[in-house]
């Protein structure tokens, strides 16, 4: 964690984090948080900490994460599956605090899931001793304080706050299965998540109990012989509330590339205009853009962003993003958006209490913001953006996560023109990649990326396209060329996720150059 000492988890084991299996068809009529409320807990736990001698700040934080998913894998090498391997019903719960303290400028946090007061008092103990081992941070300034800023009030689905959901996640994995047609596969997971938390500190921020929701269906299908993929696509659809989740869309989706038998094994290297679909749109923003936007990335050289160095008002020399820049095509505008009411992402407030504010990260090409927790825009002298999240290894806030820094729905501006309108515009021999997997920098602090084709793609020739078989080639390229030599922008949006599902990017189709295809690694 930026500006804190790594304290130890409190006890031994994570009882409250092991996966429990509901039967088909039951549902929950109790809250699934019933049993101490997060709010009671945050503001003992807080009150525990402040009474440890000789600390300054304290901060409690406690989450209660719940989530419900079903797999589907209905079919497998074209033969229709049942019983467990057809769909598999799980839910996990998981509630915890934190609690960090400050002494004399170090940091020290500690965390638990025994929640009982004696080891909320344990907890702070701890937090305390482990300040007492760090030296002082030469750049913390403070916890977050009280902001004069609103909060927005977002209503989240009670439907899944009650955890109610598992005959809904059923309905939706059987009308996903219903569209696919013997002799393809189709695998992937639909699940549901509530987000339940209370954060407090001695600097005035008091976030007695914040909600959110959120639901995604992420299904492939494939075409499969003798082991070997012959054809993939995927679909997805995410939404705050339960009742706009469509995983039959998802399917339709995923079985438009599926059903396609690939003429061409890979395309010929070389140089290409590449027409990247959503979600490869949207891998290259969740991978190359919004993590080197964050401003932990800036202070510490990792990102490839246009950085000067300069002194801050006590003299310590930093690394300062150099806003005003000409980062991309000048149609280009991508925007933090956190109060979408039906976007998956979207939040009232951040892990530090700090109110999320809508604002534009690169409008018409042009870099006007940054993504910060509390520790960087102290440091700098600016308020803090509302980005500051405690994201663990699966999707929801986790209580002993270290404050990471992300967005929450990032908004791309459509364009005017239609895919088949787009194809029409490349010129000589281009691309067209629906998805893109493994895409990451070749070096940090560097503007490279390498990725692959993990749906069937399509080469353009003279209008016409060729399917190309999935996971056929690699893709190398720079994203700062890849955002200013972009020729065309899609007029239709899609929400996509990559991955974990912690936030959402909404985009259209973009033609671009600047990417090379080679060979696959044997």
Known sequence: MAGGGKGRKSGAGRAAGKPSRAPAGRKRTERMDAGPSVEDVSEKLLRHALAQKGVDEAEAYVSRNVMTLARIETLRFGKRQIGPNGQQLATLTNMEACVRVVVKGAVGTAATVYLDPESLRSTAVDARKVAGM??????????????????????????????????????????????????????????????????????????????????????TGEKVDGGEVLSSGMGWSASRWLRKLDAQAAARKALELATLTPKLKSAPEGDYDVILGPYSVADIIDNLVAPQIGMSAIYSGTSWLPAERKDNEKGTT?????????????????????????????????????????????????????????????????????????????????????????????????????????????????????????????????????????????????????????????????????????????KETVSATTWSASFCSIVPHVLTSGIRVEKPAE
């Open 134 to 219: 760090m030296g002082p941070d030469p750049n913390f300034r403070s916890l977050a304080k009280h902001s004069k800023a609103g909060y927005v009030k977002l209503p989240a689905d009670n439907t899944i706050l009650a955890g109610n959901v598992e005959d809904a996640l059923l309905k939706q994995v059987e009308a996903a299965s219903s569209c696919f047609p013997v002799g393809l596969d189709l695998a992937g997971t639909i699940m549901a998540v509530s987000e339940v938390f209370s954060v407090r500190n001695s600097c005035g921020m008091n976030v007695e109990r914040g909600e959110d929701t959120l639901c995604v269906a992420q299904l």
């Open 318 to 490: 930093l690394r300062y993003p150099k806003l005003g820049e000409q980062l991309a095509d000048e149609r280009i505008t991508i925007r933090e958006e956190p109060h979408m009411r039906d976007g998956m992402g979207s939040k009232t407030s951040d892990d530090e209490g700090v109110p999320t504010q809508p604002r534009n990260l690169l409008e018409n090409g042009v870099w006007k913001g940054v993504l910060s927790n509390s520790y960087y825009a102290h440091l700098y002298g600016f308020e803090p953006t509302g980005n500051a999240f405690r994201y663990g290894a699966r999707p929801g806030r986790i209580a002993s996560a270290p404050i990471g820094i992300a967005p929450t729905n990032l908004v791309m501006t459509p364009g005017d023109m239609t895919l088949e309108e787009i194809v029409k515009e490349c010129r000589g021999k281009a691309l067209y990649v629906p998805r893109t997997w493994y895409t990451y920098p070749t070096r940090y602090g560097a503007s490279g990326f390498s990725s692959s084709n993990r749906s069937t793609a399509f080469l353009i020739e003279n209008g016409e396209m060729t399917p190309l078989a999935p996971n056929a080639f690699k893709l190398r390229g720079d994203v700062s060329r890849v955002l200013k030599e972009v020729k065309c922008i899609g």
